[in-house]
C-alpha cells in the first residue's frame, strides 16, 4: 500500500526541539523528493523545506532556514524533520508530502502523510 | 510574495456543479494544483498541471486555467465532496510553493 506513516503527536515546552519521522512504502522512495509542510490551528498551508531524494541536499524556506532540519534515511525509507528553538507559533500539524514527480521535482504534493500536531506550551 | 485569492464559501445543491476560483496576477502563466481537504485529514491532490486527474479521483473533478484566474469545476456534486479546497502554484519570486486560503465547499 502507499503511504506515508508519520510519527505521533508531541508536546514540547517553548525553546525546546521536536523531531518528526515520515516513514513511505509501497513505491521507491529513493526516486521522489519529499516536502514538509505544516498547518497551524484555522490557518492555511505552508512550505517549509524539501530533501532530495538521496538525502544529500536540503532547500528550506527562508523563515525556518535557522531552525529547523530535513534529514532521511535511504535504508528505512524514512524523512525526518526537526524543529529548534519552538515557540507557541509553531504549534501545528506537521505533514510530510511526496513531490509529484517521479525522479524529478515538479512541485506539487500527491501524496500526504496524516500529519503529526505538535504543541508547543509551557 | 505571490498571492492567491479564493473566495471563502461556495455552496451548491446536490447534483449540480461547483466551481471554485483562485485569482491571482498572470496565474494563467503559471501551472495550477488543486487540493480537497476534509476536517482533521491530509489533504488530497484532486488536479495538477491545472487540468490533469492524479489516478483515483471521479472525472467529476476538472480545472482550467487562463488570464488571472484557474478554476476547478466539480460536476454532479455529492455529499462526500464536502470539504475545503485549495489552490497552490510556485512563487517565482520568493521560490517556493504556495498556497491560497482555502474555500469551504458546502454541500447543501
Known amino acids: 500500500q502507499v503511504q506515508l506513516v508519520q510519527s505521533g503527536a508531541e508536546v514540547r515546552k517553548p525553546g525546546a526541539s521536536v523531531r518528526v519521522s515520515c516513514k513511505a512504502s509501497g513505491f521507491t522512495f529513493t526516486r521522489y523528493y519529499m516536502h514538509w509542510l505544516r498547518q497551524a490551528p484555522g490557518q492555511g498551508l505552508e512550505w517549509m523545506g524539501i530533501i532530495n531524494p538521496r538525502g544529500d541536499s536540503t532547500s528550506y524556506a527562508q523563515k525556518f532556514q535557522d531552525r529547523v532540519t530535513m534529514t532521511r534515511d535511504t535504508s528505512t525509507s524514512t524523512v525526518y524533520m526537526e524543529v529548534s528553538s519552538l515557540r507557541s507559533e509553531d504549534t501545528a500539524v506537521y505533514y510530510c508530502?511526496?513531490?509529484?514527480?517521479?525522479?524529478?521535482?515538479?512541485?506539487?504534493?500527491?501524496?500526504w502523510g496524516r500529519g503529526t500536531l505538535v504543541t508547543v506550551s509551557s | 510574495s505571490y498571492e492567491l485569492i479564493l473566495p471563502p464559501s461556495v455552496s451548491v445543491a446536490p447534483g449540480q456543479t461547483a466551481r471554485i476560483t483562485c485569482g491571482g496576477n498572470d496565474i494563467g502563466s503559471k501551472s495550477v494544483h488543486w487540493y480537497q481537504q476534509k476536517p482533521g485529514r491530509a489533504p488530497v491532490l484532486v488536479v495538477y498541471d491545472d487540468s490533469d486527474r492524479p489516478s483515483g479521483i471521479p472525472e467529476r473533478f476538472s480545472g482550467s486555467n487562463s488570464g488571472n484566474t484557474a478554476t476547478l469545476t466539480i460536476s454532479r456534486v455529492e455529499a462526500g465532496d464536502e470539504a475545503e479546497y485549495n489552490c497552490q502554484v510556485w512563487d517565482d519570486t520568493d521560490e517556493h510553493p504556495v498556497f491560497g486560503g482555502g474555500t469551504k465547499l458546502t454541500v447543501v
Open positions: 508530502a511526496r513531490d509529484g514527480a517521479v525522479g524529478a521535482l515538479d512541485w506539487y504534493f500527491d501524496l
